[in-house]
T-cell receptor, first 116, second 115 residues
Framework: DAGVIQSPRHEVTEMGQEVTLRCKPISGHDYLFWYRQTMMRGLELLIY????????DSGMPEDRFSAKMPNASFSTLKIQPSEPRDSAVYFC??????????????FGPGTRLTVL | AQTVTQSQPEMSVQEAETVTLSCTYDTSESNYYLFWYKQPPSRQMILVIR??????QNATENRFSVNFQKAAKSFSLKISDSQLGDTAMYFC????????????FGTGTSLTVIP
């Protein structure tokens, strides 16, 4: 398996623009997580899905953020409108409950977002 | 709520020496999982080692081992024979057994291996 795939790897946009981050989890995994990492706040869980259903979105900072998982192999995180304080690295991770991985989360390479 | 504390923001170690990174957590759960993840400058998050709380034996993975003290709610990571490639941020994470696979991460420890 290719692992968790995220696109784009880097995104530079201007304030007010819409940004869409994409994630393809590992095939067969039933959980998908979106994280944001900044120097100030560390690694924050934004939202996670189980079997394509959002379970906990309490980490989503504002209504400007939204996430979807239309099927088991694809998820998006959208920011509209974007602001400079949204600049961060966004990670997607997936996991499979139980054995053999014992719930280990596999992370994608991250998307570095810069909002000017 | 579960909290994970890594009290050492930065650490350094000489190459080939041994270093221990500390992690404590707060929970009322009796069954859970603990993980150490490594994030090198490439930013990729990589699992280093995992521990299941019901197992008394400390987990080991080559040069990496843990000291799991359940009563003290402590989960430290020991790196033996440190190598330059061990330079990275290290995150401790907690997961309840009966949960939505949600991790609670610590704030990380930045480890530098000095040649």
């Amino acid at each position: 398996d290719a692992g968790v795939i995220q696109s784009p790897r880097h995104e530079v946009t201007e304030m007010g623009q819409e940004v869409t981050l994409r994630c393809k989890p590992i095939s067969g995994h039933d959980y998908l997580f979106w994280y944001r990492q900044t120097m100030m706040r560390g690694l924050e869980l934004l939202i996670y899905f189980n079997n394509n259903v959002p379970i906990d979105d309490s980490g989503m900072p504002e209504d400007r953020f939204s996430a979807k998982m239309p099927n088991a192999s694809f998820s998006t995180l959208k920011i509209q409108p974007s602001e400079p304080r949204d600049s961060a690295v966004y990670f997607c991770a997936s996991s499979l409950r139980g054995r053999p991985f014992h719930n280990e989360q596999f992370f994608g390479p991250g998307t570095r977002l810069t909002v000017l | 709520a579960q909290t994970v504390t890594q009290s050492q923001p930065e650490m350094s170690v000489q190459e080939a020496e041994t270093v221990t990174l500390s992690c404590t957590y707060d929970t009322s759960e009796s069954n859970y999982y603990l993980f150490w993840y490594k994030q090198p400058p490439s930013r990729q998050m990589i699992l280093v080692i995992r521990q299941e709380a019901y197992k008394q034996q400390n987990a080991t993975e080559n040069r990496f081992s843990v000291n799991f003290q359940k009563a003290a709610k402590s989960f430290s990571l020991k790196i033996s024979d440190s190598q330059l490639g061990d330079t990275a941020m290290y995150f401790c994470a907690f997961m309840k057994h009966d949960s939505g696979n949600q991790f609670y991460f610590g704030t990380g420890t930045s480890l530098t291996v000095i040649p």
